[in-house]
């Protein structure tokens, strides 16, 4: 007779419980057992794959991206199933014997400091306006987690050289903007040349052309095959397609920032996400963001574990240039305030003031404490 698979294992099972040698074999019988039931749901998974790519109407990267899933599950020995209260239990205290290191760091002291670094299977937003130095601080997450492991930036507003262009000019105290021009002198390429060894053995990915959260997972999972990846960066969210269909621009951003969060558990590494704030932000007198102005989705704030939004206080704007883009005061060094409003993994509503270095692509400590 035709019987289900989950009613044949009940009747093994029954038959080895009768058994005195199931006392003896009992590990190897639920091992036996347990990898029978994963070829099945493997089988499941593959015949659903097959019928699904018959459906022309579907986008193929939806449906590679769905499936895919699945079969990382099956892969992770989960297949989807539950978990108990003991099980959960008993891993939470395997957690809890020593410390729970963070997986990356922001590469801002006071910053680390205030959100505890980036976990492993966290999302991380940070939200700000243009010019305020949100791509700087992905660059100095990258640079400052890179010694600890791998970093794949994804940036889609510069090339690859651009960003090393930055991290030398933050290696270097050389001008940004001049070595992006090629300003400098032969006394400032000399300088280049001798920090440009260092910058070359930093342990950076790029993969500008990853525009879908679909084909950054791909880059991803490659180098956690290859080596100990420790963080992803996509520098900046709006900019990216979820690959998939939308009804509004507002769902697709959804879509992107929900697979973003769950690449981030899959592959056990934190991702650090930018996200642009809307116009609005700077209305108020305090000019302080909100997470209501994260740009096209409130999933952003629903998805995301921690939530820094970046914003020049009150006073440091010059009102002559429309990008709001924060005045350099002596040195080039501007104020540059960071709110966590939103901690899961500690206490959110803390803002610190940093002075922003932007021609050298760094930030330094201000007077401002923590409040």
């Known amino acids: 007779a035709d019987r289900g698979t989950g009613e044949k294992h009940t009747d093994y099972l029954i038959q080895a419980l009768r058994n005195d040698s199931y006392a003896r074999n009992w590990r190897h019988i639920m091992q036996a057992t347990a990898d029978c039931a994963r070829r099945a749901r493997a089988g499941d998974a593959a015949r659903g794959l097959l019928a699904a790519l018959q459906d022309t109407r579907e986008s193929l990267d939806d449906i590679l991206q769905g499936h895919a899933a699945a079969l990382r599950g099956i892969a992770k020995g989960g297949g989807g199933s539950a978990v108990t209260s003991a099980q959960a239990a008993v891993s939470c205290l395997d957690g809890l014997k020593g410390p729970r290191a963070a997986a990356a760091m922001f590469g801002v002291e006071m910053l680390d400091h205030v959100v505890g670094g980036m976990l492993a299977g966290t999302l991380c937003v940070v939200g700000a306006r243009p010019g305020t130095g949100k791509s700087a ?17 994804c940036s889609y507003e510069m090339r690859a050289e651009e960003i090393a262009g930055r991290a030398l000019a933050a290696a270097s105290g ?22 440009a060894d260092r ?14 959260p679909a084909r950054v997972r791909t880059e991803a999972e490659r180098l956690k095959r290859d080596g100990s990846l420790r963080l992803v960066v996509v520098d900046y969210l709006q900019l990216m397609s979820s690959g998939m269909r939308a009804e509004s621009r507002r769902v697709e951003v959804g879509q992107i920032s929900r697979a973003l969060k769950a690449l981030a558990m899959d592959l056990d590494v934190p991702v650090l996400a930018l996200s642009q704030l809307n116009r609005q932000s700077e209305a108020t007198p305090s000019r302080a963001p909100g997470l209501s102005d994260l740009r096209e989705s409130g999933d952003i704030e629903q998805d995301a574990d921690v939530v820094v939004l970046m914003y020049a206080p009150p006073g440091e704007r010059d009102a002559a240039d429309p990008r709001g883009t924060p005045c350099a005061k002596d040195g080039g060094q501007v104020p540059v305030r960071f709110h966590v409003a939103k901690n899961r993994q500690g206490r959110a509503g803390r803002s610190i003031q940093i002075l922003f270095d932007g021609a050298h692509m760094r930030f330094l400590e201000d007077a401002g404490a923590v409040r």
């Open 137 to 153: 601080l992905a660059m100095s997450a990258a640079v400052c987690t890179q010694a600890k492991g791998s970093v794949l930036f």
């Open 199 to 212: 910058v070359a053995g930093m342990n950076l990915f790029f993969a500008g052309a990853a525009a879908t």
């Open 174 to 195: 050389l001008d940004a903007s001049a070595i992006a021009r090629g300003d400098l002198s032969d006394a400032d390429y000399a300088l280049l040349a001798r920090h």
